[in-house]
């Protein structure tokens, strides 16, 4: 158990203030959690939701992190995790009538994708 945790190396990216809700956002993240790498690219495309760009970029991101500075494979690499946050609301004010306002929340949310390889090159 000691030896797979060591021979575990992986990347990191994060997305910050996504404009997205965080429920729509964890329906797509739930579908590609524990999924390799290339199974994750592909599940988004064929998904109609506006958040499954979002989501690619940054499974883009975290490959690109994992190559370049840690020398990994692509095709070793598998989600280790993936979750998302709450980010702040924007705030913005819809004019009623009598001169009044009522707040519009705008939700926004973090996303951040841990990439795992199973192998350590060398």
Known sequence: ??????????????????????????????RI?????????VLPEFMPYRACYLVSQLLLSAAANASINL?????NLFIGEIWVDNSTYLRRFRPRAQGRGYPIRKPTCQVTVKLNSKFVER
């Open 1 to 30: 158990m000691e030896n797979e945790d060591k021979l575990r190396v992986g990347a990191r990216a994060m997305r910050r203030n996504v404009r997205v809700s965080v429920i729509k956002m964890r329906r797509i993240t739930d």
């Open 33 to 41: 959690r524990n999924c390799s790498y290339e199974e994750a690219l």
């Open 71 to 75: 020398g990994l494979n692509k095709s």
